[in-house]
């Protein structure tokens, strides 16, 4: 059973930075590939960066030019930096495969943007 544990969310002003993580348990991680959704109060849950096993990426446009995912596989770990955050941004933030995997998805980690 595949588990992903997301840290790394906050309060941060508009402007703001901040770095998520995902930590993905089990072997198989290297040939995943990897996303970082949101959900906002009220509103759907939301694909925002996808990363290949490869490193190949996309961004959904609100967060193009803004967002950075990454993964380091000695750590099996996805990252998400964030800059220029909006209160837009403000939702729970949670990493899956793509396609997503209803047993497979965290707690996620709130990231509130605000002044």
């Known amino acids: 059973q595949v588990q992903l544990v997301e840290s790394g969310g906050g309060l941060v002003e508009p402007g703001g930075s901040l770095r998520l993580s995902c930590v993905v348990s089990?072997?198989?991680?290297?040939?995943?590939?990897m996303g970082w959704y949101r959900q906002a109060p009220g509103k759907q849950r939301e694909l925002v960066a996808g990363?290949?096993?490869?490193?190949?990426?996309d961004y959904a446009d609100p967060v193009k030019g803004r967002f950075t995912i990454s993964r380091d596989g000695a750590k099996n770990t996805i990252y998400l930096q964030m800059s220029s955050l909006k209160p837009e941004d403000t939702a729970v933030y949670y990493c899956?495969?793509?396609?997503?995997?209803?047993?497979?998805w965290g707690q996620g980690t709130q990231v509130t943007v605000s002044s």
């Open positions: 899956n495969l793509i396609p997503s995997l209803n047993d497979y």
């Open positions: 089990g072997s198989m991680f290297r040939f995943y590939y």
């Open positions: 990363i290949t096993s490869t490193g190949t990426t």
